[in-house]
C-alpha cells in the first residue's frame, strides 16, 4: 500500500437526487402495471428499461471517478465496473493488482485501523452507493430481459392468430 498523504477526502455528492431526478421520471412503475395490447409496448418498455441502463452506467462511472481521487487512490483497492455476459454492468472491488475481487477485498480495506476516520467513512459511503446501484442495474436489467421476453411471446402468439384467421378464411 502506498502511504497515505495528508489529504482530505473530497466530499462524496454523486447519488444526491438531483443524480437521480431524471431517472425518477422515466422510471414510472405507471408504464409496467397496466395491460399490454401488444408486442409495440413491451418493445417500449424494454427500450426504456434500457435508457435507465445507460443513466445508472453514467452514476455508476461517476463513483468509479471519485474513488479514483486521491486519498483513496493510493490504496490498495479499486473500483471497477464490471460488464456481465448477460449485458449489464456491475460495480466490483479489486485489488490495485486485479488478484482478488468482492466484498472481501472492501471489508479487508475499510478494515485497517491505520487510515484516518474519514477514509473509513468515504469507504463506507462508496460501498453503500455501489449496493444501491447495483440493485438498480439488477432489477433494471431483470424488467428489460422480461419485457423482451415477454415481446418476442407476444408477436409468437400474433403470428398464431393470424395464420389461424387466414386458415379458417382460406376453408370456408
Known amino acids: 500500500m502506498k502511504p497515505m498523504i495528508a489529504t482530505q477526502p ?15 421520471h422515466a422510471a414510472s412503475l405507471k408504464g409496467l402495471l397496466k395491460p399490454f395490447k401488444g408486442k409495440g409496448e413491451l ?11 445507460a ?18 487512490s493510493l490504496l490498495d483497492i479499486r473500483l471497477v465496473l464490471q460488464n456481465t455476459s448477460a449485458g449489464s454492468t456491475f460495480l466490483r472491488w479489486r485489488t490495485r493488482d486485479f488478484a482478488r ?19 473509513h467513512e468515504g469507504l463506507h459511503r462508496f460501498e453503500c452507493n455501489r449496493i444501491a446501484l447495483n440493485l438498480q442495474m439488477s432489477v433494471v436489467h431483470s424488467l428489460y430481459r422480461q419485457a423482451t421476453t415477454c415481446a418476442i411471446k407476444m408477436a409468437s402468439a400474433e403470428r398464431l392468430l393470424r395464420q389461424l384467421s387466414t386458415a379458417v378464411e382460406v376453408s370456408r
Open 101 to 119: 475481487m468482492g466484498v472481501a477485498v472492501w471489508e479487508r480495506q475499510v478494515s485497517n485501523k491505520v487510515l484516518p476516520l474519514a477514509v
Open 10 to 24: 473530497m466530499p462524496i455528492e454523486t447519488l444526491t437526487p438531483d443524480a437521480y431526478r431524471q431517472l425518477e
Open 43 to 53: 418493445e417500449h418498455l424494454a427500450q426504456v428499461a434500457r435508457e435507465i441502463e
Open 55 to 72: 443513466q445508472l452506467c453514467q452514476l455508476m462511472e461517476a463513483v468509479v471517478q471519485q474513488v479514483e481521487q486521491p486519498p483513496y
